[in-house]
C-alpha cells in the first residue's frame, strides 16, 4: 500500500512566523502535489512537482513555496505566515505511470494565530 | 463553465437504498477518472477508478462512465450510515494532474 506521510497531524504558529509542512512517500512516486481546503472551497492545487528539483505553481501558489530536494520528500514553506493560511493542508502523491491516482497524507490542520 | 462539476448536496438517502452521485467534466481528453470518499475532518480516500466506457462494480459501488456525454457517476447499493461522507469526482485531464470537484454531501438516514 502507498504510505503519505505527513509530519504533523496539528500544527498552531504565529503571525509571521516561517512555517516548514513536511510531506514524505515511500512509493518512488514522481509526482507530488500540495493542497489545501477550505469549507465550501474544495481542494485547491497549492504547488506539483513532477521531478527532484522541480516545481510548478498551481492555482494559488501566493504567499507559499516549495522544495523537493529527494524523490521521496516534498516540504510546503509559508514564508511568513498569515491568519488567512489557517487551514488544513493535504499532500498527495502519484505515479506518471497512465491512469494512476493520487494517494493522500492524513492532512495538516494548520492554525495561523 | 467549472472542469468539474457536482451537485454539492446534501444528498440524503435512506439506508439500504440505492445512492446515486454525479459528475460532469468538461476536458474531452480525460482518461482515467477516479471517486474518492472524504469524511469529515479527514483526507479524500481512493474508493473507485474507471478507465473505460460502461460500468466497474466493486462490491456495493458501481462507476458508471459515458466519455461521449462527459459524464461519471457513483452508484451505492445497500447504502449504510457509515456511507455518510462527502464524494469528490476527479478526472485525469493531463499528464500526472488530476482535477477534482468540489464534492457531493451524502447523508445517510437511519
Known amino acids: 500500500d502507498v504510505k503519505v506521510t505527513q509530519s504533523s497531524r496539528y500544527l498552531v504558529k504565529r503571525t509571521g512566523e516561517k512555517v516548514f509542512l513536511e510531506c514524505v512517500q515511500d512509493?518512488?512516486?514522481?509526482?507530488m502535489f500540495w493542497y489545501r481546503q477550505d469549507p465550501g472551497l474544495g481542494l485547491r492545487l497549492i504547488y506539483f512537482s513532477y521531478d527532484v528539483k522541480m516545481k510548478e505553481k498551481g492555482d494559488i501558489p501566493e504567499g507559499y513555496s516549495v522544495s523537493r530536494e529527494k524523490k521521496e520528500r516534498f516540504s510546503l514553506i509559508l514564508e511568513s505566515a498569515s491568519t488567512n493560511q489557517t487551514s488544513m493542508y493535504l499532500c498527495?502523491?502519484?505515479?506518471?505511470?497512465?491512469?494512476?491516482?493520487?494517494?493522500f497524507g492524513d492532512g495538516t490542520r494548520l492554525s495561523i494565530l | 463553465q467549472k472542469e468539474v462539476e457536482q451537485n454539492s448536496g446534501p444528498l440524503s438517502v435512506p439506508e439500504g437504498a440505492i445512492a446515486s452521485l454525479n459528475c460532469t467534466y468538461s476536458?474531452?481528453?480525460?482518461?482515467?477518472f477516479f471517486w474518492y470518499r472524504q469524511y469529515s475532518g479527514k483526507s479524500p480516500e481512493l474508493i473507485m477508478s474507471?478507465?473505460?466506457?460502461g460500468d466497474k462494480e466493486d462490491g456495493r459501488f458501481t462507476a458508471q462512465l459515458n466519455k461521449a456525454s462527459q459524464y461519471v457517476s457513483l452508484l451505492i447499493r445497500d447504502s449504510q450510515p457509515s456511507d455518510s461522507a462527502t464524494y469528490l469526482c476527479?478526472?485525469?485531464?493531463?499528464?500526472?494532474?488530476?482535477?477534482f470537484g468540489s464534492g457531493t454531501r451524502l447523508s445517510i438516514r437511519p
Open positions: 476536458d474531452r481528453v480525460s482518461q482515467s
Open positions: 498527495a502523491s502519484s505515479s506518471t505511470t497512465v491512469n494512476q491516482p493520487q494517494h
Open positions: 476527479a478526472p485525469r485531464s493531463r499528464a500526472s494532474k488530476i482535477i
Open positions: 512509493m518512488d512516486h514522481e509526482n
Open positions: 474507471i478507465y473505460s466506457n
